[in-house]
């Protein structure tokens, strides 16, 4: 089993960057994919990005490709989302996932361990 906790939300101006970090508990987080998922208020959960577990690879959705970049530690046992040029439609809250079922890395199905999530907000 896997348990998951976020840390790095906050208040951040449009513009602006934050860095999400999610610690893992467990000796096998080096078998588990990752991803970042976020839901904003009355909307559903969307896909973020993902790393693959050795790191090799990395998704993105649309929406954030060339300003969030993953990346993970397998030493440490934390995975990244560094959030750069941030706007006010990234304000959700960001939850990080592990994933070990087979499927595409941007469906939450696939994901059987998710964190407790961190707020973003981006102000305008």
């Known amino acids: 089993q896997v348990q998951l906790v976020e840390s790095g939300g906050g208040l951040v101006q449009a513009g602006g960057s934050l860095r999400l970090s999610c610690a893992a508990s467990g000796r096998t987080f080096s078998t588990y994919a990752m991803g970042w998922f976020r839901q904003a208020p009355g909307k559903e959960r969307e896909f973020v990005t993902a790393?693959?577990?050795?790191?090799?690879?990395?998704y993105y959705a649309d929406s954030v490709k060339g300003r969030f970049t993953i990346s993970r530690d397998n030493a440490k046992n934390t995975v990244t989302l560094q959030m750069n040029s941030l706007k006010p439609e990234d304000t959700a809250v960001y939850y990080c996932?592990?994933?070990?079922?087979?499927?595409?890395?941007?469906?939450?199905?696939?994901?059987?361990?998710w964190g407790q999530g961190t707020q973003v907000t981006v102000s305008s």
């Open positions: 790393i693959s577990s050795s790191g090799g690879s990395t």
């Open positions: 996932a592990a994933k070990s079922y087979i499927g595409s890395y941007s469906w939450s199905g696939t994901y059987n361990y």
